[in-house]
């Protein structure tokens, strides 16, 4: 008799969850009408309620410039429209939300703005770059960089660092909203021109950042998070001028230090 009882009640708990996320409401409902007894619709219905809110909300701080490009109630719609297609799998919403530029890529009603999916790509990974885990900066091991061979050493990012590259100026997009730098009008302009930029996202201190990348530097960093060579990397971006771009990362917190290959696995 227990057992029946524990199953019942697992029964219902996996039809309210099904109910709560599926779409549409009516569909749900009479799903949920077969395990559960009693005038339960107006109870869904605030369960649903909150989980949009919730939902807008969680995006709404991973996300603030896409909120801005679409404005509040087509963000909203957005949120609800993503929760129901990809709800959390677990109980931290903050580290829900990823996705939501394929999510967006996918999207009929966002076809028109084709630059989308790369904002929300770097602005998500802005948001787990300022949740990423603290290293502390080896400088000493720089001097591996005078005496090593390159072949056997690479460079260790600071954790969250990456870089995306984009055929649309993602970063003045978001510089734009995030600080007034370039302006809207500006940003604008270098839309409408088909201006390409590569971001390179990081964490300085307690602030994500992004910038746009140098001359081989999105191809260099994306090979040193693959865990290749130092010597392998260079070769990967020929153009970067490792000279002018190393004093330049340890000044603005990209890089932990210098590694042997096999220090890094």
């Known amino acids: 008799m227990a057992g029946r009882a524990v199953s019942s009640l697992a029964e219902q708990q996996q039809a309210l969850l099904k109910a709560l996320f599926a779409r549409p409401t009516e569909l749900a409902a009479r799903d949920l009408a077969v395990l559960v007894q009693g005038d339960f619709r107006r109870g869904l219905m605030a369960y649903q309620a909150n989980g949009h809110d919730m939902a807008e909300r969680a995006l709404s701080a991973a996300y603030p410039v896409m909120r801005e490009l679409l404005g509040p109630e087509s963000f909203s719609d957005l949120a609800r429209a993503f929760w129901h297609a990809h709800p959390p ?9 990823g996705g939501l530029d394929a999510f967006v890529r996918d999207s009929e009603q966002l ?3 084709p630059y989308l999916p790369d904002v929300a790509a770097v602005e ?17 091991s720089f001097s591996l960089l005078m005496t090593a061979d390159p072949a056997v050493l ?53 602030r994500a950042c992004v910038r746009d990348a140098q001359a081989g530097e999105a191809v260099f960093l994306t090979a040193l998070r693959a865990g290749c060579s130092l010597a392998a990397s260079l070769d990967a971006a020929l153009v970067l001028d490792l000279n002018a771009w190393l004093p330049m990362a340890v000044q603005t917190g990209l890089l932990l230090g210098a590694r042997p290959l096999a220090a890094t696995s």
């Open 111 to 113: 076809n028109p703005e």
């Open 124 to 140: 998500w990974a802005l948001h787990l770059a300022s949740c990423a885990a603290d290293q502390a900066v080896d400088t000493a």
């Open 89 to 97: 799998r677990q109980g931290d919403l903050a580290r829900w939300g």
């Open 154 to 206: 690479t460079l260790a990012l600071v954790p969250g660092c990456v870089a995306l590259q984009s055929p649309w100026p993602v970063v003045s997009i978001l510089g734009a909203h995030r600080d007034g730098t370039p302006s809207l009008d500006e940003a604008g302009e270098r839309l409408r021109a088909g201006l390409a930029e590569s971001a390179v996202v990081w964490r300085d201190g307690l």
